[in-house]
């Protein structure tokens, strides 16, 4: 759009011109600007409770919104982990393994989530409620990268739907997100930009694919791992995770929280396939020896391949197969 | 640190702060150090580049203005020219050259192994403002800069380095030696700038983003219907992208009491390609470096016929491998260049008809201005695709999809943001018209506060609740 007095190598402005300088004092430039900002945060205080309330209205599978409306103070387990332990609650298993165990049951879960993330989570549920439990559905692949930890904040999807809530800012901070993050969360701007403010809060795999049997593909199998972890992966970055892994346990142990850690069903293709799973599963045995914590490594349990909608996920079948053969039992100790 | 990021706002507010308080005699000082931070935030390495292309220009620079011999002067520039160009054809050009090259003579792989380096960024936009100052140096429209920060800053002055306008020395350097006060009408006029042209970056270009690159990935899978909308969004895509992100250096200038050349006048109400190009529309400033460096030293407009059309056709040319090391994109100024070369040449004809089938002048404003609008449309689809094959594909499934388009065009899913799209680009064009009567911002200035602060607050609302803030880079930054 073009100046006033526009032209392509005319000046914009004469900005030595006195005349220009008499016109509009510094002071009521100023003040004008004062007023105008006052106004602008006005605005963008009512953008933001609109923003709130489509966030309250839409939210279904945020975890930050389901801690907020949470509706029992006090749980018996509140299940942690990434996207595996997240299909336990896609559409109505949650309810489903509710009623088989006859237990008040949380999944804080999140796709992607490393041990970061999770402990987030955990810390922010723990302010408002108790639980007696804490499943911690373990992936070894959160345990390389900070993708998966601490950059895992910077997907604004994270907090598109969070509700505000004064207490988690003071987690963020301890945790190390990053100030853009807090301020992100503290201003809301992930809720206000959110493209899917009135969309369904529900993930295209649990809508779409939930139901569906994968027939497996070696090249999709090799570019899930691919995407999972890193090429090399770093025993450094490993042992920095279970550090952080081990602090969650020792928090556990001073609230008199009962951990348990579980792995998942995998197919015995992509089990194959994981990068230095051994080398994972060894070193998280110290930890679990060491703090004397239930485990339970169901990786090939259940894990016939008519069970997974995708490369590596239970589906609907799957989930309630494997609720049904080890989670109800587990829980009902 | 990308212009749509709130690490360059808060960047830039504070070198304001800083600047503002810094005395006018260290305040080259500040812009300097300020633009190779900001360069050093895509690679450090660059910055030793752009220092080295600076040190060159100084030097033959000052060379030539102590030269008593034309020879001698003659010699100095073309061998400084030549060093300054040295970095672009090293980086942008030798793997390009010995492929095609490699290719021509039959060889399926390159005869020397490609460099593939990466390309500094901005280096295109800086390396024809250090020529152009050596050009003026010699032709002695320019003294020599003796003071190596002022030149310094003329290449790498933050809000220009990275995709101009390609200043010319001639006008900037005096400004920086100007005494600059804290000037409210100029900061406003600045923030408009920029808010105007985060807009139409953040909100309408990078949004019909989307569709282009979906379509334009895999145009022999994409949908016919899907492949058009793709190819009119890119025209306003990079329009709005490199328009916007003018604006947004123009404007950040502004703030600092520095006047930038504008680079774009409304370019899509052109009635003739012409005009597209000629006439201060397009890249402004890149076809006035053209026209003074090359075009006018070639003969210009003042020789034969058919040397004009070889001089139109050679800078359309230029012009497009100055774009891009493909072949894309020399298929893109060779369309341009033989838009130019028909539109000369049908002049008497066009006459003629127009004397037999008079039409009133806005009905024939229209229809220049359609046809103009498409034919840069098909040079756009080569600027656009990754390949010519691609380009070729895009074009052949768009012509042979044109007897089924109005049946796919009724049946096609439009969804809610595909329809954002379109009345984004209808509010752009409403605006463009309105403003190529009289500018929209004076019409704002003499219309009461309220209606200019509310249009102030629906553009930064637009920009908070609708805009794409994933730091889609400037599709011109690549060149």
Redesign the interface.
Known sequence: ????N????T???D??SPA??A????RS?LRRTLV?ML??LL??GL?YWSAEQLSYRYAKRNRFHAVMTAPHAQYDHVILGASHAAAFDYEDMNAQLEGMTNKKILNLSNVGAGIIVNRVMLEYFLTAHRTKTVIYVIDSFAFYAREWNENRFQDVRLFARAPFDSSLVPILLRNSVGL?VVLDYVTG?SK??N?DRFKPDISEDEALKFNKTYRPVSQIDTQRIGFLYPKQTDPQALAHYLSEFESLVLDLKKRDIRLIVIKPPIPARVYAMLRNEEQFDKALKIIVERFQIDFHDLSLVANEEKYFFNTDHLNRNGVLNFFEVSLKEILAQ | MLFNSFGFLLFFAAIVFVYYLTSHRYRWLVLLAASFYYYSTFNVQYVFILLASTVIIYLVGVAIGAAQEHVKKKAFLIGGVLLSLLPLVVFKYLDFVTESLSFALGHEEPMISPLNLALPVGLSFYTFSCVSYLVDVYRGNLVPEYHFGRLALYVSFFPKLLAGPIERATAFLPELRQTVRFNPVAVTQGLQLILWGLFKKVVIADRLGVYVDAAYKNPEFAAPVALLIATYFFAFQIYCDFSGYTDIAIGSACILGINLMGNFRRPYLSTSVPEFWGKDRWHISLSGWFRDYLYIPMGGSHSSKSKVYRNQMAVFLVSGLWHGANWTFVIWGALNGLYQIVTLLTVNVRNKLHKIFPMPTPVGSILGCLLTFHLILISWIFFRAASVTDALTVLARLVESIPQFPSLLVVYPYTGDLILCGVLIAFLLVAEFSDEKRSLWARLESGPIYVRWSVYYVLLLSLIVMGKWNLKQFVYMQF
Not at chain 1, 23 to 26: I, K, P
Request: negative net charge; aromatic residues 16%.
């Open positions: 759009m073009a100046l006033p526009e032209g392509a190598e000046a914009l402005v900005f030595r220009h300088s016109l509009v004092s510094t430039y105008f106004i602008g605005l963008y953008v853009p701007f206000i930009n493209p």
